[in-house]
């Protein structure tokens, strides 16, 4: 998924935005693997505001949004999702070939 991508996690069926993709500094066992941080449109369905305290007590900024509006999580339990506008140019516009 790329940055700015439209999201769903459909265990909780709420919708947000990736911010970061990459590693955080938490992750100790995999210090490589890929996390996305996600700035979800609920702002009580995170848990952080994209930052994170490092082991030496720094603030490590990923990404900014509302306090309580972030997740870092593992790729595979989220979907890709459409924006509303895109939901509607896909219901609506005409496939005729003819519209760019």
């Known amino acids: 998924m790329a940055l700015n991508s439209r999201i769903r996690d459909p265990k909780h069926g709420t919708h947000g935005w990736v911010r970061h993709v990459g590693p955080v500094w938490s992750d100790k066992k995999q210090p490589d693997r890929v996390w996305l941080g996600i700035e979800w449109d609920d702002v009580k369905r995170g848990k952080h505001d994209g930052s994170a305290?490092?082991?030496?007590?720094?603030?490590?900024?990923?990404?900014?949004?509302a306090?309580?509006?972030?997740?870092?999580?593992?790729?595979?339990?989220?979907?890709?999702?459409v924006t509303v506008l895109e939901a509607l140019r896909e219901r609506y516009e005409p496939d005729d070939g003819l519209t760019g």
């Open 67 to 81: 306090p309580g509006a972030g997740s870092f999580v593992k790729p595979r339990t989220v979907q890709s999702a």
């Open 53 to 65: 305290v490092n082991a030496a007590g720094e603030t490590v900024r990923y990404y900014a949004c």
